[in-house]
C-alpha cells in the first residue's frame, strides 16, 4: 500500500497544541506519515519531531510560521513581488523550510510561488464572484462580467511577475540541492496566485525534474473550476509527467480542504493523473471530524489511490 501523510493543517486545533499530540492521533488513525504546513509554528515542528510518532515526509513553505515584520504571517510575502525587500523576504523564509527539510530528511518541499499584484485588489472582484457562485448566481450576468474581468485583468499584469517566480524559484533550488529536496511548485487557490497551467513551462525553464516539479492540489483546481477560471482538466493534462506530490482533499460548492470521500470531486481523473506518485497528503482543515479524518483512508483505497 501507498503512504499517506495527513498534514499539520489539522492540527489547528487547541487540542493539538503540543504537536507530539497530533502525531499519535495521526499514527493512531491509520497514517504513515506527516506533512508540516505553513500554519505550523516552530515549537509544534520541535514537538512532532521528539514524539517519534510518524516519519515527516514533506514541509510546505514558508514553515515554521512566523509573524513578519508588518504583523501578518509570513506567508503573505510574495515569492514573485515586484518590491525587492518584501521577496528578498519570502526567499528567506523558503530558504529556512528548506534548512528544516533538510534537518528532518524529508526530500519534498512544497512551494507557493508568489502572485500577480496586491492580493485585495486582485481578489476583490474574484470574492464577489464567489458569493455570488456562494449564493446560486453564478448564471447571472454580473458574474460573467466579474470572470472576464478577472481574467483580463491578471493577463494585463502577470508578466513581471512570473519573471520575479521565475527567479525565486532558481534561488530555492540552488539553496534546496546540496540537500537532495525537489522543490513542488503547487497550483493555487485564487486566480491571482501562480502559476497558471500555461506558465509552468516558463517558470521549470532549464530546470530538471528532480530539482522542481509540480505538485498537485485537487482542491484548488476543482475550485477555479467551478468559478469557470481554469479547467480542473488542464494541470494534470499538462504536468502529471512531472508530478512530484499531491494534497489530496475534497469540496463541496467553493469549499474545500475536506476529507477526501466528503465532498462531491469527481476523483476520476484525478487517480488517472496521479496514481503514478508513489505517496500522497491529506490537506484536511481543522474543521473536519476525526471520523471523517480516519475515513478518508479507506475510501482512498477503494478509488485505487492506496
Known amino acids: 500500500m501507498k503512504p499517506l501523510a495527513l498534514s499539520t493543517m489539522f492540527a489547528q486545533q487547541e487540542r493539538f497544541?503540543?504537536?507530539?499530540v497530533f502525531a499519535r492521533f495521526a499514527a493512531d488513525a491509520g497514517y504513515d506519515a506527516i506533512e508540516i504546513s505553513h500554519s505550523t509554528p516552530v515549537e509544534k515542528i520541535e514537538r512532532i519531531l521528539e514524539s517519534a510518532a510518524l516519519p515527516v515526509t514533506s514541509v510546505h513553505q514558508p514553515a515554521p510560521w512566523v509573524r513578519h515584520s508588518n504583523g501578518r504571517?509570513?506567508?503573505?510575502?510574495?515569492?514573485?513581488?515586484?518590491?525587492?525587500?518584501?521577496?528578498?523576504?519570502?526567499?528567506?523564509?523558503?530558504?529556512?523550510?528548506?534548512?528544516?527539510c533538510a534537518r528532518i530528511g524529508a526530500n519534498r518541499l512544497v512551494v507557493?510561488?508568489?502572485?500577480?499584484?496586491?492580493?485585495?485588489?486582485?481578489?476583490?472582484?474574484?470574492?464577489?464572484?464567489?458569493?455570488?457562485?456562494?449564493?446560486?448566481r453564478a448564471g447571472d450576468d454580473r458574474f460573467l462580467e466579474l470572470r472576464e474581468a478577472v481574467i483580463e485583468r491578471r493577463r494585463a499584469e502577470a508578466e513581471p511577475?512570473?519573471?520575479?517566480?521565475?527567479?525565486?524559484?532558481?534561488?530555492?533550488?540552488?539553496?534546496?540541492?546540496?540537500?537532495?529536496?525537489?522543490?513542488?511548485?503547487?497550483?493555487?487557490?485564487?486566480?491571482?496566485?501562480?502559476?497558471?497551467?500555461?506558465?509552468?513551462?516558463?517558470?521549470?525553464?532549464?530546470?530538471?525534474?528532480?530539482?522542481?516539479?509540480?505538485?498537485?492540489?485537487?482542491g484548488h483546481a476543482e475550485?477555479?473550476?467551478r468559478l469557470g477560471l481554469i479547467?480542473?482538466?488542464?494541470?494534470?493534462?499538462?504536468?502529471?509527467?512531472r508530478l512530484v506530490?499531491?494534497?489530496?482533499?475534497?469540496?463541496?460548492?467553493?469549499?474545500?480542504?475536506?476529507?477526501?470521500?466528503?465532498?462531491?470531486?469527481?476523483?476520476g481523473y484525478i487517480v488517472a493523473g496521479v496514481s503514478h506518485?508513489?505517496?500522497y497528503t491529506l490537506e484536511i482543515n481543522q474543521h473536519q471530524s476525526d471520523e471523517k479524518v480516519r475515513a478518508a483512508i479507506g475510501f482512498l483505497e477503494r478509488i485505487g489511490l492506496r
Open 17 to 20: 497544541a503540543d504537536g507530539a
Open 73 to 100: 504571517g509570513n506567508s503573505h510575502c510574495n515569492l514573485a513581488g515586484l518590491d525587492r525587500d518584501e521577496r528578498k523576504a519570502a526567499i528567506d523564509y523558503a530558504v529556512t523550510s528548506i534548512e528544516w
Open 112 to 136: 507557493h510561488l508568489g502572485h500577480v499584484g496586491e492580493v485585495v485588489e486582485q481578489f476583490e472582484d474574484e470574492h464577489e464572484m464567489r458569493r455570488m457562485f456562494d449564493g446560486g
Open 161 to 218: 511577475y512570473l519573471e520575479h517566480a521565475r527567479s525565486s524559484l532558481v534561488e530555492l533550488v540552488r539553496a534546496a540541492e546540496p540537500h537532495k529536496i525537489t522543490i513542488g511548485v503547487e497550483n493555487r487557490y485564487h486566480y491571482h496566485e501562480m502559476p497558471h497551467p500555461a506558465e509552468y513551462e516558463q517558470v521549470f525553464e532549464g530546470l530538471a525534474p528532480e530539482q522542481a516539479g509540480y505538485w498537485h492540489d485537487a
Open 223 to 225: 475550485v477555479l473550476h
Open 231 to 241: 479547467d480542473r482538466h488542464a494541470w494534470l493534462d499538462g504536468w502529471s509527467r
Open 245 to 267: 506530490g499531491a494534497h489530496l482533499h475534497d469540496v463541496i460548492g467553493l469549499g474545500d480542504h475536506r476529507a477526501p470521500g466528503d465532498g462531491d470531486v469527481d476523483w
Open 277 to 279: 506518485l508513489p505517496g
